[in-house]
């Protein structure tokens, strides 16, 4: 019995250069998938990434595409199909996140926040589920936030665009069934080795019930078991979050 579930499978993560997207991109190369490694800035992270990728025996390409774009992701999705024929799991990781106080929000912070977290995930997923619905089969993994089920006062730009992402996560669940399973990952507060551990991620810590933050490989073992054991969940929304949810 092979040890790697998604031998044979292609992926395509977006913003999989750098932090959580390099998690996934690497777990699922790992676990024997091609991976197309998408990124809109971070070039350098997303080439090695690619490369790391490669070394584990499996095929990996870095992609440029600003997801925000429809047509950056409609020409991606050409050359995914030119290169590999066909995609099996898309998980929409690409987003952006910066805080702003209620009366200093302008038009252009919405665009830009809905842009990358509500309209790439939507045009990724409808060109992926057009190349799924011929194969078949496929999957879809949202990575969502705590920020869309809970109320960040200073982030309700962020909040509103992850709420957001996780209804459309359940109303293409219902389109697309039962040939394409839908799914989001909400991860809580994770931190990275070079952040600073200062007051505020204290206080932030101390107010996890497990009482310690997250890794990105937290979010990468959710993402692989929705891909690999998870034939009958759909729609669904998985808090990754130490237990910051809890009513």
Request: hydrophobic residues 45%; proline residues 4%.
């Amino acid at each position: 019995m092979s040890t790697k579930p998604l031998e044979g499978q292609v992926a395509l993560v977006t913003g999989g250069g750098k932090r959580i997207g390099r998690a996934i991109a690497l777990t699922l190369g790992r676990a024997g998938a091609d991976v197309i490694v998408n990124y809109n800035q971070s070039r350098e992270g997303a080439q090695a990434t690619a490369r790391e990728i490669e070394s584990l025996g499996v095929r990996a390409i870095a992609l440029r595409a600003d997801v925000s774009r429809a047509a950056q992701v409609a020409a991606m999705f050409r050359a995914i199909e030119k290169r590999f024929a066909r995609l099996d799991l898309l998980v929409n990781n690409a987003g952006v996140f910066f805080p702003r106080k209620w009366d200093e929000l302008e038009e252009k912070d919405f665009d830009r926040v809905l842009g990358a977290n509500l309209k790439g995930p939507f045009f990724c997923a409808q060109a992926a589920a057009r190349m799924m619905m011929r194969q078949g089969r496929g999957n879809i993994i949202n990575i969502s936030s705590l920020g869309g089920l809970q109320a960040w006062p200073s982030y309700m730009h962020y909040c509103a665009s992850k709420a957001a992402l996780i209804s459309l996560t359940c109303s293409l669940a219902k389109a697309l069934a039962p040939t394409i399973r839908v799914n989001s990952v909400a991860p809580g507060t994770i931190l990275f080795p070079d952040e600073a551990r200062n007051a505020a991620t204290r206080k932030l810590i101390g107010a996890i019930p497990l009482r310690k933050s997250g890794d990105a490989d937290d979010i990468a073992q959710m993402v692989l078991f929705l891909a690999t054991h998870s034939k009958f969940i759909t729609g669904q929304t998985f808090s990754v979050d130490g237990g910051k949810s809890i009513p």
